[in-house]
């Protein structure tokens, strides 16, 4: 796989970086991201240094994708149970009609 150099600019500083090929809008877009996340840190806690801007970011970030996880996996949870039901219900609707088929050929 191939890749571009992409510059990209995280609290004022410029990053030349590697980009696998095809991927360079997703990346600008995330690091866009990610810089609103670090200037709003910056904004909130203005003493902070860069570095520990970045390790507050990645702290928050990190447990939104916990939270995001945890709701992803309730939800399959949720599924799973709707869809048990509903075979359980297919089930005895199939049971059903056989016991009726059934009667009306005696």
Request: net charge neutral; aromatic share 2%; charged share 20%.
């Amino acid at each position: 796989m191939s890749s571009n150099t992409i510059e990209i600019t995280l609290l004022d500083k410029v990053y030349t970086i590697n980009c696998p090929e095809g991927e360079e809008a997703t990346l600008q877009h995330v690091s866009h991201l990610l810089n609103q996340r670090f200037l709003e840190l910056k904004q909130r806690n203005g003493l902070l240094s860069p570095d520990k801007i970045a390790v507050m970011a990645a702290l928050n970030l990190t447990h939104e994708l916990m939270q995001s996880q945890s709701q992803i996996q309730q939800e399959q949870q949720v599924t799973a149970k709707r869809i048990e039901m509903l075979e359980q219900t297919i089930a005895q609707a199939l049971v059903s009609r056989t016991e009726n088929a059934s009667k009306r050929l005696r």
